[in-house]
């Protein structure tokens, strides 16, 4: 783990979280990297040096509070936040990253662009930014913060992965997280497939739910 990078990011605050999922703690994170403020839910004990389930999500508002169908990320959040209760230890790290790091507006005028028929990684490109400006390291550092080296990573990623890997965080296990396509969605889930490189299986799913690898 980069020292410098962990002189430069903090807990500011912590509190107990109720939630639909049962009860949580939550701790904010501030740093001096991209200034913004990321949050950890976490279930049980994680600082024992055995592996941690965790999910990293990045932030999507038009999913998560304006109930928007064009992707999976409120699915995604609700399904990870409901597997790490059941299980009874984990962790959801909450990384402000909206439109793939490029921003609320940005992503909106994606969304006009794919109206006109470009797919969410052309999109990208026509405005100027690559297919994804999401970074890790600031979550590394969280998870160090929080005493957690050893990772049962749920994504269908492969760059969050190398991403933590990158920071000295061990991936002792990939758990899919694999929430099936609704009609609007579809060619959004394809494109992350295809172009991105998310491990997804989209003909082989059927109703909303988790699919766990053993």
């Not at 990321?38 to 304006?66: F, N, Q, W, Y």
């Not at 970074?135 to 590394?140: E, G, K, P, S, V």
């Not at 994504?155 to 002792?172: C, F, R």
């Not at 497939?193 to 989209?202: F, P």
Request: with cysteine; net charge negative; proline share 4%.
């Amino acid at each position: 783990m980069d020292q410098e990078l962990l002189k430069n990011v903090w807990i500011y605050s912590q509190a107990n979280l109720p939630t639909l999922y049962g009860n949580f703690k939550v701790a904010v994170f501030r740093n001096n990297i991209d200034k913004k403020e990321h949050l950890a839910l976490i279930k049980g004990t994680v600082d024992d040096g055995e592996p941690v389930l965790v999910r990293m999500h990045s932030e999507c508002l038009t999913s998560e509070v304006l109930g928007s169908l064009k992707c999976d990320c409120r699915e995604q959040l609700q399904s990870a936040l409901q597997y790490i209760a059941e299980q009874g230890r984990g962790l959801v790290l909450y990384l402000r990253q909206e439109g793939r790091g490029i921003g609320l507006g940005d992503k909106i005028r994606a969304y006009a662009l794919q109206e006109l028929g470009f797919d969410t990684v052309e999109a990208n490109h026509h405005l100027g930014f690559p297919d994804d400006l999401r970074r890790y390291d600031i979550a590394a550092a969280m998870l160090h913060l929080l005493g957690v080296q050893r990772v049962r990573l749920l994504t269908n990623n492969p760059k969050k992965i190398k991403g933590l890997e990158e920071q000295g965080i061990e991936i002792v296990e990939r758990v899919p997280l694999e929430i099936p396509p609704n009609p609007i969605n579809k060619f959004y889930l394809q494109t992350k497939a295809e172009k991105s490189g998310h491990l997804l299986h989209l003909e082989d799913a059927s109703e909303l739910n988790i699919l766990i690898e053993n």
